[in-house]
């Protein structure tokens, strides 16, 4: 995984640990996904994500699963878990209107 810039290596953030919501570039489209931990040596080679569609406004809903080689992703931003609404039994993630409004 590549990352925007190197303060975000800085930020707490441990891929091993903590699954993280991102807007990130994966081969060549950006995407709001759902990182996940890092569960073996061998799944290093290839990283399993969550991808979500755009669907109104701060709304995104599930896609599809996707493995990508760490070479294929790189993280914009990482997004505050505070301004994240994931509801998980119906695939829907609602983002601040704060955090929509400073990506554009």
């Known amino acids: 995984?590549?990352?925007a810039t190197p303060?975000?290596?800085?930020?707490?953030f441990h891929l091993e640990t903590d699954p993280r919501?991102?807007?990130a570039r994966v081969k060549g489209d950006i995407c709001l996904v759902q990182l996940h931990p890092i569960q073996s040596e061998t799944s290093?080679?290839?990283l399993g994500i969550i991808v979500f569609r755009h669907e109104f406004v701060s709304i995104f809903r599930y896609s599809h699963d996707l493995r990508v080689s760490p070479e294929d992703i790189r993280v914009l931003e990482l997004l505050d878990e505070d301004r994240i609404r994931y509801e998980e039994d119906n695939g829907t993630v609602f983002l601040a209107k704060d955090l929509m409004a400073q990506l554009r």
């Not at 303060?7 to 707490?12: D, I, K």
């Open 7 to 12: 303060s975000m290596l800085t930020q707490g």
């Open 1 to 3: 995984i590549t990352f």
């Open 44 to 46: 290093r080679e290839s």
């Open 21 to 23: 919501f991102a807007f």
